[in-house]
């Protein structure tokens, strides 16, 4: 009984996690530069590991490869950032402007206008 | 020293729980797979001199546990971003960040980059604010609301 329960769990889990996967993935195609992009990619890089991590931790049970599993996704989730964080930095620093909804300049409206290098 | 020992601890028990073998030749490899990255750490002088790593706090696992709640929040907000037909407002902005520490920064930083919707573009290891990309105005105005910060904070007064 407790094991059909989990594994219908389990499935749900694994089908969650490839589903925001594929929505990550649609975001990429759908968003319009670098910056957005990587917002989209963020889904494919945070909740669709969680889902499926823990999708597969029910299908192990207590055992060491649950913790491995658990490893993998700690791992993942401090590597991602620093990666994106490398990525968007890199393109700022490259000169890509970020686009924005009006089209005009992407900085914050309260701040005073900074000098057009981004270093 | 302190930091050696801990950071060799630390090692040690996730090289057990990852191999699963005992037998002698693992446990040598183990050893000396150790010992290596112990010898490395100590010539690029970063042990210990920003973080011990054998150093938890009972404020890490209740931070992340909110993180995690956050991060779903956040996937949940920008998967409806890209499935709507609504154009998206992304936009820069500055945040500040009032932890002490580099680590606290850098664990700021990261969050912030963690989060779907927004991603740390720049982040001064001096006093200065961190710049922000934001997907949608509902990412920036969470951040603006500064709980993000003030749990760093919690986390980081905790040490």
Known sequence: MTESVLNIASMLMLLAGGGFAMIGGIGLLRFPDVYTRLHAGSITDTLAPLLIVGGLA???????????????LLFLLFTTPTASHATARAAMLAGIRPVTASGHDARDPNQEEPSSSNT | MRYFISLSLMLAAL?????????????????ASIALVVWLTERMEVLGAEH?????????PVYWGWLLWQVVLANLMVSRAVLSRRPIRPRLLQVRASQQTLVGRVTYGNSITLTPGTITTELPSDDEDLQVHALLPAAAED????EMARRVDWLESGR
Do not use: E
């Not at chain 1, 299908?59 to 490893?71: A, C, D, I, R």
């Not at chain 2, 011990?52 to 890490?60: E, H, K, P, Q, T």
């Open chain 2, 143 to 146: 951040l603006r609301s500064g």
């Open chain 2, 15 to 31: 090289w057990l729980s990852l191999s699963g073998v005992y037998k002698p030749l693992i446990f040598g490899l183990g050893g």
């Open chain 1, 58 to 72: 029910l299908q192990s049970g207590w055992s060491l490869l649950t913790l491995k599993l658990l490893l993998i």
């Open chain 2, 52 to 60: 011990d790593a054998g150093l938890w706090s009972w404020r890490l």
